[in-house]
């Protein structure tokens, strides 16, 4: 089974992407071009990844002593990845890029998460190098981000702390002037950093030249303590190895020392460090202290941060997406070859006919179809929003604007969605195959581990709930929400004139009033305590209100195409979502709307 024609249909059919071919900036490309990178993904996926997926899970990053060993196939994947420009497939034709909508972009990367996600395909090198094309003086466009585009350079995001995780209030990494001078140096303000960061993917390796870490730290006030919560927090370019004005390296090592390697149950052949900033090992000019150079205003890191962040949350949610597609392909698969059981008739089962093969089943096709409609639904929120980034960009002003409003509220879906409910697809892929499912002679297992660490990749469910209902549907006067409800009745309005679609608009209809009742019910006392006790099945409730108004558009764009297996399974998923999902967030809604505090209210001593 491939993945081909689903990507084909959301970018085509459904999100009519070569319409974006309209604007200048994406004026030389045609759906041809579209399809010839899709193309260059998909082989590469299926030649340089997908055959060693297994491989990377079993043969786990080391430290010799001198530097970290990854398998051969991992640097045979990063140098084709690099070689096809993806790295640089959005930017400018001046840089080298492709000038690529993301939408596509997207969808091509698709096929390197579905392969082998551990590998990595460059999500973090293409996010750091982003966010300096954004934030970064010339020079450091120059002299970092391009060369990360080119594959020379790799790049990392330094965030989160041993005693801090994701309390980026507790931030203890501290950056002090170095010298008299450290204001005049080319390359941005220098400091010099000590602290340590832990959790951070691809943060020792061999695979590229150098590895430019981005790093948030705290500039002491003039007595010498850390700013308490965020306001202190700066953003510096902190390289492994030392370079020149030219991006050219100058053969000197860099403050910054491997502290030991993470082993997670998931994402194994990625790399996963704690490291030390400047404990002196590898002193610099004969001090200790790493080197980092200033991005943007003191005091101003985790604004460009989000930057970055945003895109990975974004970047986390394909993941968990196309791991979750992975699983149902490989479970459809077992599904139509492994003969179990007989059918009941009406005289029971007859032990004398052959059994069937498993996919006859109703309970297997109930769990295929979660799964389809689970895994096609997420996929298809996440082109959204990738389309979404293109009208932010290349849109008139007041489009581009509705669309960064969009993107703002629908982030925390984006990332938290896929990340719950593709696990959960995985999980009904282990069932399908049964005991098999957890041997390691199937790959549903791997699947599995590796998607459970998506759930707290860039922010749990926490994190990402409180980001919904305490920020994103209240900022500028909940107007993103109130787009949001717009894009929603744009689709109801359409889908009610058609018989077969009747019931599910309506349904959907009162799931939104559902929702807007619940965060003004959230809200009533005006007391964040209060509204937010029950912020994660607030989450949950969006999220499937979101995916229905989502299936039930892509639904719209399948009604319309001729009779095929593929039109009756979107439909199929469709009806799917709407019969045994939407009716889930009345019980997730009522403990919002009531403010329930069970949970908050229970003392410690009672657990």
Known sequence: MSLRPTVDFLLYDWLNAPSLNERERFADHSRETFDAVLDTCERIARE???????????QEPHFDGDKVVLPQATHDAQKAYAESGMLSAAQDYDVGGMQLPYTVEAAANAFFAM????????????GNANLLMVHGTELQK??????????????????????????????ATRAVPDGADFADDPLGPRYRLK??????????????ENIIHLVLAKIP????????????????????????????????????????LNHKCGWRGTTNTLLNFGEGKYPVKGEAGAVGYLVGQAGKGLHCMFHMMNEARIGVGMAATMLGMAGYHASLDYAKNRPQGRPMGPAGKDPAQPPVRIIEHADVKRMLLAQKSYCEGALALEL?????VDEQHTADAATADDARLLLEVLTPIAKSWPSEWCLEANSLAIQIHGGY??????????????????MIHEGTHGIQAMDLLGRKVLMEGGKGLSLLAGRINDTLQRAIHIPEFAAHANALGQALAQVGAATKAAWATGEPTDALANAVPYLQAFGHMVLAWVWLDVALAAHGASESAARTGRLAAMRFFFHYELPKIGAWLQVVSSRDQTCAALPEDAF
């Open 48 to 58: 340089k990844y997908a055959p060693f997926n297994r491989l990377v899970d079993t």
């Open 115 to 126: 392969a082998s996600v551990s590998i990595g395909s460059g999500m973090l090198t293409t």
């Open 142 to 171: 120059q002299v970092f981000a391009l060369n990360e585009f080119a594959g020379r350079f790799s790049g990392t995001m330094c965030l989160s702390e041993p005693q801090a995780g994701s309390s980026l209030s507790d931030v």
């Open 195 to 208: 602290g340590n960061k832990m959790w951070i993917s691809a943060g020792e390796h061999e695979l590229t």
């Open 221 to 260: 006030d003039e007595h010498g303590k850390l700013v308490p919560g965020t306001r202190g927090i700066s953003l510096f370019i902190v390289p492994k190895k030392m370079v020149d004005t030219e991006g050219q390296l100058t053969g000197e090592r860099n403050d910054v020392a491997l502290a030991g």
């Open 384 to 388: 959204y929003c990738a389309r979404l």
């Open 437 to 454: 499912g957890y041997t390691r002679d199937f790959p549903v297992e791997q699947y599995w581990r590796d998607n459970r660490l998506n």
